[in-house]
C-alpha cells in the first residue's frame, strides 16, 4: 500500500500502488438538472459499442431514476451499506474507503453482482420517492415527493479500483489521457475488477468470457472528438473535456472552471476513494439529505451557486456551450453577451448567445381573426 | 531424489519423511527382539509410495476412468488455501486431491481427481468454473520458488477448466448455455455473418484464449514467472480430458515430456519437482482464489 493524495476526500489515503497522474485525465461533467432520461446517450453508446452476444446487458452508459432506480439493482445501496454513513469533517473525509475498509485477505472492500441484479437495466424508472398523495401539490422547493435522473458511465478514475483488483494487472490507465481500459488480450476472467468497482461499470462479457468496460471512446478522444453519450445528448446536459491535476486551476478550462472555479460539480459517492472523473451539477430540486449522501459535503454550496447562474455570465455562457460542438473544447470565453468555445489550438470552435433573442407576439393575430397558441 | 531436492527449502515434507522413513526402519531393525510380530507385519506389508512415480506404460489412456489409471495407486496431495498473494481463497473448499502419473518415454501424463459435489462447468457473470492445474520448472533440476516461479525461475503450468471440457464436448459455449432464455433481437453473427461479426468480440481479435471459439484440447500451457504473471504459451501442446463422476472430478493432463522451448524439459530417470493448484467454482473460486499444493517430488521411471 502507498499513501497518495486525493483531492475529493481532502487527504492522503492507501492505494495499493504509488500514484502517478497521468499527463492530462479525461473529465465529464453532466448537469443532472437537464437530463430527460431519453436514454440517447444510453442507445448511442450500445450501438457503438455493445451490441455483440455476450453483451445483452451491458450497459457502459446507463439513466437511472433516483432514489429507487439503479443498475445493476442496488448499487449504490450496496455501496453504502459495505462502507457504512460518510464521515466529513472541514471538507476532509474522516471515512474509510473501499482500499482501507478492505478486509483481510482483500484488496478492495466489493461485492459481486449476480446476473439477477444485472437483469434489470431500467427498473425503477420515474418512480417517485414516495406516493403523491391526494390533493398534493408543488408547492415548495426541494419537493416532498421527488425523483430525478442520474447518468453514469465509467468515471476514469484517478485511483481505479478495478485496477487496484486485478491480480494480473490486466488493467491500465492510459498515461496520456488517463483512459482506464481493460486489456482484452490479458484478462482471464476472474471478475476481480466486477467486484471491486464501487460504481459497478466492469462488466462481464458471458460470450468472451473477459471483463469489459467503457473505453470513453477513446479512438474520438484521439481525434479531438468528444465520446458518444456526449455528443448524441438530446438534452445537452454533458460535456468531456481535461481536468487539470489538484493543485492546477485553470479558470479558461470548462472542467476546471465548473469544478474547481464555480464548485458547481461534484464527484459521486466521492468517498469511496477512486477520485471519479465524472463530475455532477446535482439535481437542485432533490432533498438536500439525500444530495449530501450522493456527492459530499459540498453540495449546499453548489445548490446555490447553480440557482444564481442567471446573474452569473461566465456560468451562464458556459453551460449554453454544452452539446454545441462535437470537439473537445479545452478553453472557453464570456464576452458582450457570446460564449466562445476554443480547441487545443485556441482556435474557435463555437458561439453561442446567452440569452436567445425572443420576441413576444400578441396574443391576437388581427390579420388572420385568431387567437394564437404560442406567442414565443 | 537429487540433491537440488534436498536443498529446495520449499520441498521439506518429502525430504524429511524420507529420511523419517530411513531412521524408522534402522528403529525397527534394532527393535525387533521387543515386538517381533507387529515388526513382521509392518515389514510384510506393501510400503506406502513416498512420492508420486509416473510410472512407464505403452500407451497412455485420455480418459480419466479408464483401468490402466484406477487401478493405479493414488498419491495423496494436500492443499492449502492460497493465502499469500491477495485475493485470497477464504475457505479451504479442496482439502485434497489424489494423483497418478503414467509415461511412455514420449509423454507424460498426470491424472488428478479430487471431490466436489457440484459441477461448475459454465463461465459466466458471477459464477465460476471448476479447475486444476499441473506445475512443473522449466528447468527440471532448478529450484524454482512454488509461489508460481519468480524471476529467473519460470514455471510451467498446464491448466484444465470444467468450462473449456465442454467447449471441447459440446462445442464452444457461451451466453445461450448460461442463460438460455436469453433473446437477442440482432446478434451480429445473424447480421453480417460470423467473419465480420468477429470485430464485435475484442477479446476474439486480441486472440485471448479465454475467448478462443475452435477449442481442441480442454487444457492449456501458461507461463509464469511469479503470482500475476501467468501468460498462454504461444505454442499449444498439452491435452486432457476430464469427467465428472458425480462426486466429483477425474481430470487427466497430458503433456509431451519436452514440449518445446521455454516448457519443462522432462526425460525417464529424472526425479523433479511437481505442485499443484485446484479451483472450485462453486464456491467462487477463480485466479487466486484457489487451493494450492507445495512441490513434492515427482520421480519419471526409466
Ligand atoms: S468507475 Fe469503476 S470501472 Fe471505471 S475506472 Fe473507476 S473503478 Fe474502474
Ligand atoms: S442523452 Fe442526455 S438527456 Fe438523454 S438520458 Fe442521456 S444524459 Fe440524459
Redesign the interface.
Given at each position: 500500500m502507498a499513501d497518495v493524495f486525493n483531492w475529493q476526500l481532502g487527504r492522503d489515503m492507501q492505494y495499493p500502488y504509488q500514484a502517478e497522474r497521468p499527463a492530462r485525465q479525461i473529465a465529464w461533467i453532466f448537469d443532472t438538472n437537464k437530463c430527460i432520461a431519453c436514454q440517447t446517450c444510453t442507445v448511442a453508446c450500445k450501438s457503438t459499442w455493445t451490441s455483440g452476444t455476450g453483451q445483452e446487458y451491458m450497459l457502459w452508459n446507463n439513466v437511472e431514476t433516483k432514489p429507487f432506480g439503479f443498475f445493476p439493482t442496488g448499487w449504490d445501496v450496496e455501496l453504502l451499506n459495505l462502507l457504512g454513513p460518510a464521515k466529513w469533517e472541514g471538507g476532509v473525509s474522516t471515512g474509510n474507503t473501499v482500499f482501507e475498509s478492505a478486509p483481510a485477505g482483500e484488496r478492495v472492500n466489493g461485492w459481486l453482482p449476480t446476473s439477477e441484479h444485472w437483469a434489470h437495466p431500467n427498473i425503477g424508472e420515474d418512480e417517485p420517492s414516495g406516493p403523491v398523495e391526494r390533493g398534493t401539490y408543488i408547492d415548495k422547493l426541494p419537493h416532498d415527493t421527488w425523483f430525478s435522473y442520474l447518468a453514469r458511465i465509467c468515471n476514469h478514475c484517478t485511483y481505479p479500483a478495478c485496477l487496484a483488483a486485478c491480480p494480473r494487472q490486466a488493467i491500465y490507465k492510459r498515461p496520456e489521457d488517463g483512459i482506464v481500459l481493460v486489456d482484452q488480450e490479458r484478462c482471464r476472467g476472474y471478475q476481480e475488477c466486477v467486484a471491486a468497482c464501487p460504481y459497478k461499470k466492469v462488466m462481464f462479457n458471458n460470450e468472451s468470457r473477459v471483463s469489459e468496460k467503457c473505453i470513453a471512446c477513446f479512438p474520438k478522444i484521439e481525434q479531438g472528438i468528444q465520446p458518444q453519450c456526449v455528443t448524441s445528448c438530446i438534452g445537452r446536459i454533458r460535456i468531456a473535456s481535461f481536468i487539470s491535476a489538484p493543485e492546477t486551476v485553470n479558470p479558461q478550462s470548462p472542467i476546471d472552471f465548473l469544478v474547481k472555479v464555480r464548485k458547481v460539480a461534484l464527484p459521486l459517492y466521492p468517498q469511496a476513494g477512486t477520485e471519479p472523473n465524472v463530475y455532477y451539477i446535482p439535481p437542485i430540486h432533490a432533498p438536500r439529505e439525500y444530495l449530501r449522501q450522493m456527492f459530499g459535503p459540498n453540495v449546499d454550496e453548489a445548490v446555490e451557486t447553480y440557482q444564481q447562474i442567471a446573474a452569473d455570465d461566465e456560468l451562464l455562457g458556459l453551460m449554453m456551450l454544452f452539446g454545441s460542438t462535437e470537439r473537445i473544447m479545452h478553453s472557453f470565453a464570456v464576452k458582450d453577451g457570446i460564449a466562445t468555445g476554443y480547441d487545443e489550438d485556441g482556435t474557435e470552435l463555437v458561439s453561442v448567445p446567452l440569452r436567445e433573442p425572443t420576441f413576444i407576439r400578441e396574443y391576437f393575430d388581427e390579420v388572420h381573426n385568431t387567437y394564437r397558441q404560442n406567442i414565443t | 531424489m537429487t540433491s537440488e531436492h534436498e536443498q529446495t527449502p520449499d520441498a521439506p515434507q518429502a525430504v524429511s519423511r524420507r529420511s523419517f522413513l530411513t531412521k524408522a526402519a534402522g528403529a525397527a531393525a534394532v527393535g525387533t527382539t521387543l515386538a517381533v510380530g507387529i515388526g513382521l507385519r509392518e515389514l510384510t506389508r506393501p510400503e506406502p509410495p513416498t512420492h508420486l512415480v509416473a510410472h512407464r506404460a505403452g500407451t497412455i489412456p485420455l480418459d480419466p476412468e479408464d483401468r490402466a489409471w484406477t487401478r493405479l495407486a493414488k498419491w495423496p496431495v494436500p492443499m492449502l488455501l492460497q493465502?499469500l498473494?491477495?485475493?485470497?481463497a477464504?475457505e479451504l473448499v479442496v482439502p485434497e486431491i489424489s494423483v497418478r502419473a503414467l509415461h511412455n518415454g514420449d509423454q507424460i501424463a498426470f491424472h488428478i481427481e479430487w471431490e466436489d459435489a457440484g459441477e461448475d462447468a459454465i463461465?459466466?457473470?458471477?459464477?465460476?468454473r471448476d479447475a486444476v492445474a499441473v506445475q512443473l520448472p522449466v528447468d527440471p533440476a532448478a529450484n524454482a520458488a512454488v509461489t508460481m516461479g519468480a524471476t529467473n525461475q519460470p514455471v510451467h503450468i498446464m491448466q484444465w477448466r470444467a468450462?473449456w471440457q465442454a467447449d471441447v464436448d459440446l462445442g464452444r459455449r457461451?451466453?445461450k448455455d448460461?442463460?438460455p432464455n436469453?433473446?437477442?433481437d440482432?446478434?451480429?453473427?445473424a447480421l453480417m455473418g460470423e467473419e465480420a461479426?468477429r470485430q464485435?468480440?475484442?477479446?476474439?481479435?486480441?486472440?485471448?484464449p479465454?475467448?478462443r471459439r475452435d477449442r481442441t484440447s480442454p487444457v492449456d500451457d501458461l507461463i509464469a514467472v511469479g503470482?500475476?504473471?501467468?501468460t498462454t504459451h504461444e505454442e499449444q501442446t498439452a491435452n486432457g480430458r476430464g469427467v465428472f463422476t458425480g462426486k466429483g472430478w477425474r481430470v487427466v493432463i497430458i503433456t509431451p515430456l519436452q514440449p518445446g522451448a521455454d516448457k519443462t524439459r522432462l526425460s525417464p530417470g529424472i526425479t523433479t519437482s511437481i505442485a499443484f493448484a485446484v479451483w472450485n467454482g462453486g464456491a467462487?473460486n477463480?485466479?487466486?482464489r484457489k487451493q494450492w499444493a507445495n512441490w513434492s517430488p515427482l520421480e519419471i521411471e526409466t
Amino acid at each position: 500500500m502507498a499513501d497518495v493524495f486525493n483531492w475529493q476526500l481532502g487527504r492522503d489515503m492507501q492505494y495499493p500502488y504509488q500514484a502517478e497522474r497521468p499527463a492530462r485525465q479525461i473529465a465529464w461533467i453532466f448537469d443532472t438538472n437537464k437530463c430527460i432520461a431519453c436514454q440517447t446517450c444510453t442507445v448511442a453508446c450500445k450501438s457503438t459499442w455493445t451490441s455483440g452476444t455476450g453483451q445483452e446487458y451491458m450497459l457502459w452508459n446507463n439513466v437511472e431514476t433516483k432514489p429507487f432506480g439503479f443498475f445493476p439493482t442496488g448499487w449504490d445501496v450496496e455501496l453504502l451499506n459495505l462502507l457504512g454513513p460518510a464521515k466529513w469533517e472541514g471538507g476532509v473525509s474522516t471515512g474509510n474507503t473501499v482500499f482501507e475498509s478492505a478486509p483481510a485477505g482483500e484488496r478492495v472492500n466489493g461485492w459481486l453482482p449476480t446476473s439477477e441484479h444485472w437483469a434489470h437495466p431500467n427498473i425503477g424508472e420515474d418512480e417517485p420517492s414516495g406516493p403523491v398523495e391526494r390533493g398534493t401539490y408543488i408547492d415548495k422547493l426541494p419537493h416532498d415527493t421527488w425523483f430525478s435522473y442520474l447518468a453514469r458511465i465509467c468515471n476514469h478514475c484517478t485511483y481505479p479500483a478495478c485496477l487496484a483488483a486485478c491480480p494480473r494487472q490486466a488493467i491500465y490507465k492510459r498515461p496520456e489521457d488517463g483512459i482506464v481500459l481493460v486489456d482484452q488480450e490479458r484478462c482471464r476472467g476472474y471478475q476481480e475488477c466486477v467486484a471491486a468497482c464501487p460504481y459497478k461499470k466492469v462488466m462481464f462479457n458471458n460470450e468472451s468470457r473477459v471483463s469489459e468496460k467503457c473505453i470513453a471512446c477513446f479512438p474520438k478522444i484521439e481525434q479531438g472528438i468528444q465520446p458518444q453519450c456526449v455528443t448524441s445528448c438530446i438534452g445537452r446536459i454533458r460535456i468531456a473535456s481535461f481536468i487539470s491535476a489538484p493543485e492546477t486551476v485553470n479558470p479558461q478550462s470548462p472542467i476546471d472552471f465548473l469544478v474547481k472555479v464555480r464548485k458547481v460539480a461534484l464527484p459521486l459517492y466521492p468517498q469511496a476513494g477512486t477520485e471519479p472523473n465524472v463530475y455532477y451539477i446535482p439535481p437542485i430540486h432533490a432533498p438536500r439529505e439525500y444530495l449530501r449522501q450522493m456527492f459530499g459535503p459540498n453540495v449546499d454550496e453548489a445548490v446555490e451557486t447553480y440557482q444564481q447562474i442567471a446573474a452569473d455570465d461566465e456560468l451562464l455562457g458556459l453551460m449554453m456551450l454544452f452539446g454545441s460542438t462535437e470537439r473537445i473544447m479545452h478553453s472557453f470565453a464570456v464576452k458582450d453577451g457570446i460564449a466562445t468555445g476554443y480547441d487545443e489550438d485556441g482556435t474557435e470552435l463555437v458561439s453561442v448567445p446567452l440569452r436567445e433573442p425572443t420576441f413576444i407576439r400578441e396574443y391576437f393575430d388581427e390579420v388572420h381573426n385568431t387567437y394564437r397558441q404560442n406567442i414565443t | 531424489m537429487t540433491s537440488e531436492h534436498e536443498q529446495t527449502p520449499d520441498a521439506p515434507q518429502a525430504v524429511s519423511r524420507r529420511s523419517f522413513l530411513t531412521k524408522a526402519a534402522g528403529a525397527a531393525a534394532v527393535g525387533t527382539t521387543l515386538a517381533v510380530g507387529i515388526g513382521l507385519r509392518e515389514l510384510t506389508r506393501p510400503e506406502p509410495p513416498t512420492h508420486l512415480v509416473a510410472h512407464r506404460a505403452g500407451t497412455i489412456p485420455l480418459d480419466p476412468e479408464d483401468r490402466a489409471w484406477t487401478r493405479l495407486a493414488k498419491w495423496p496431495v494436500p492443499m492449502l488455501l492460497q493465502n499469500l498473494a491477495t485475493p485470497f481463497a477464504p475457505e479451504l473448499v479442496v482439502p485434497e486431491i489424489s494423483v497418478r502419473a503414467l509415461h511412455n518415454g514420449d509423454q507424460i501424463a498426470f491424472h488428478i481427481e479430487w471431490e466436489d459435489a457440484g459441477e461448475d462447468a459454465i463461465d459466466a457473470m458471477a459464477r465460476f468454473r471448476d479447475a486444476v492445474a499441473v506445475q512443473l520448472p522449466v528447468d527440471p533440476a532448478a529450484n524454482a520458488a512454488v509461489t508460481m516461479g519468480a524471476t529467473n525461475q519460470p514455471v510451467h503450468i498446464m491448466q484444465w477448466r470444467a468450462a473449456w471440457q465442454a467447449d471441447v464436448d459440446l462445442g464452444r459455449r457461451g451466453v445461450k448455455d448460461a442463460f438460455p432464455n436469453m433473446y437477442h433481437d440482432a446478434p451480429p453473427e445473424a447480421l453480417m455473418g460470423e467473419e465480420a461479426a468477429r470485430q464485435f468480440y475484442p477479446a476474439v481479435v486480441a486472440g485471448n484464449p479465454m475467448a478462443r471459439r475452435d477449442r481442441t484440447s480442454p487444457v492449456d500451457d501458461l507461463i509464469a514467472v511469479g503470482f500475476g504473471s501467468l501468460t498462454t504459451h504461444e505454442e499449444q501442446t498439452a491435452n486432457g480430458r476430464g469427467v465428472f463422476t458425480g462426486k466429483g472430478w477425474r481430470v487427466v493432463i497430458i503433456t509431451p515430456l519436452q514440449p518445446g522451448a521455454d516448457k519443462t524439459r522432462l526425460s525417464p530417470g529424472i526425479t523433479t519437482s511437481i505442485a499443484f493448484a485446484v479451483w472450485n467454482g462453486g464456491a467462487g473460486n477463480r485466479g487466486a482464489r484457489k487451493q494450492w499444493a507445495n512441490w513434492s517430488p515427482l520421480e519419471i521411471e526409466t
